[in-house]
């Protein structure tokens, strides 16, 4: 069966999902956008019964960094494409051409965030033009799946389902000229397959026979090196590690992950094949209380109304932060009505003596008593 389905943006707020198996929604862009569409979108789709899906669209640089800012929007529990394409100066010129590198870094990152990303938008245009054939390896060992783009019409053996750069897609955006629920111009893209099918490749990265995609999350041992071994860092720490993300598996990442394995009641064997993957992967629910927590010295902002004399502002003032004990712990010379006083000791009472033109002593000070 071919189950056909939206993806929208904020262009297309409001938008009903009535009559839709899926709802594909644009929920972040870069490192410092939301759609602001995007939670009533969700709540929409959850209304009509669609299976919800988010979107980020990927710009150049920052991986990880538009990843934990994707994170924190979307969540663990909705599964993520990117979409990875070019954005455009108002000339016409490209403003940020994203590379396959900017995805790993992205995959890599979300991933160890917790969360659920294994569909790929790169359409063949792109592919082809601007990332010159670039080779797909990297994304295909991560257990990518293609999202192709062909705006032609739509068969079940056309053109948007040839394979390019080693991948074969599973979702294809036929045409961004659609109308649904008396909506225009709503990209709509084409699964081939049960809705079941659907949602195991969105989340797990499974193929349509419920085998696992290629090298998900590769098998691991001491001495591997590279990305992968950061994402397993960064889960071990998670789960209560203390680890260097370093992407070198070395004692210490052996220590923890027999640790993990013992925890989890798992085979204390020190590989991390997929049992020990899946449940680094899961959310481990309460995460382990902070330790060494301490204060080290603050800071405190000090005001008060401007002295005049004679209708011209003072030139300074003397401002001490005095102890209990009557030492001065803090000595400023500020020319404004305003300071800063660092290198306090959290905790403890201090008297603020400030003084007009000089001080201490004459003219008289005004005083407050804080504790910081």
Same mark, same amino acid.
């Given at each position: 069966?071919? !189950? ?47 299976? /919800?899906?988010?979107?980020? /669209? ?8 538009? =990843? ?25 010129? !490209?403003?940020? =051409? ?21 569909? *790929?938008? *790169? ?10 054939? =670039?080779?797909?390896?990297?994304? !295909?060992?991560?257990?990518?799946? *293609? ?50 099918? /659907? ?27 590279? =990305? ?20 070198? /598996? ?101 008297? !603020? *003596? ?19």
């Amino acid at each position: 069966m071919t !189950i056909f389905y939206p993806d929208v943006s904020d262009y297309q707020a409001g938008i009903s999902f009535a009559g839709c198996v899926i709802a594909m929604v644009k929920a972040t862009e870069n490192n410092d956008y939301t759609n602001p569409d995007y939670a009533s979108a969700k709540a929409r789709a959850a209304s009509a019964g669609a299976y /919800f899906c988010a979107y980020h /669209f990927l710009h150049a640089g920052n991986g990880a960094g538009q =990843a934990s800012y994707a994170h924190g929007v979307v969540g663990s529990e909705v599964p993520l494409m990117i979409d990875c394409e070019p954005t455009y100066n108002t000339n016409g010129s !490209i403003a940020s =051409a994203p590379q396959v590198t900017d995805v790993v870094a992205f995959v890599n990152q979300y991933r160890a965030l917790g969360g659920k990303v294994y569909l *790929l938008y *790169l359409p063949r245009w792109y592919w082809a033009g601007n990332l010159n054939q =670039a080779a797909l390896t990297p994304v !295909i060992d991560l257990g990518m799946l *293609l999202v192709s783009s062909d705006y032609t019409t739509y068969s079940d053996t056309g053109p948007g389902w040839a394979a390019y750069g080693g991948m074969t897609p599973v979702i294809w955006q036929y045409t961004s000229s659609a109308t649904l629920n008396g909506v225009n111009n709503v990209d709509m893209n084409a699964y081939q397959g049960t809705a079941g099918d /659907f949602q195991a490749q969105v989340t797990t990265g499974a193929s349509t026979d419920g085998t696992t995609g290629a090298a998900a999350e590769p098998t691991l041992s001491e001495g591997a090196t590279g =990305a992968a071994v950061q994402t397993l860092q960064t889960r071990l720490n998670v789960w209560g590690a203390n680890l260097t993300v370093d992407g070198d /598996f070395g004692a210490l990442t052996l220590t923890a992950v027999k640790a993990f394995q013992t925890a989890q009641k798992l085979t204390v064997d020190g590989v991390v094949g997929p049992q020990t993957w899946a449940a680094l992967l899961a959310d481990p629910g309460t995460y382990p209380a902070p330790s060494g927590l301490a204060v080290g010295s603050v800071s405190l902002t000090v005001t008060w109304d401007a002295v005049t004399v004679s209708g011209q502002p003072v030139a300074s003032y003397t401002v001490q932060a005095v102890g209990l004990n009557g030492e001065v712990y803090v000595h400023e010379s500020p020319t404004t009505n305003s300071v800063v006083l660092a290198g306090l000791v959290a905790g403890w009472t201090y008297n !603020i *003596l400030v003084w007009a033109n000089g001080g201490p002593g004459t003219p008289p000070s005004a005083s407050l008593k804080v504790t910081v």
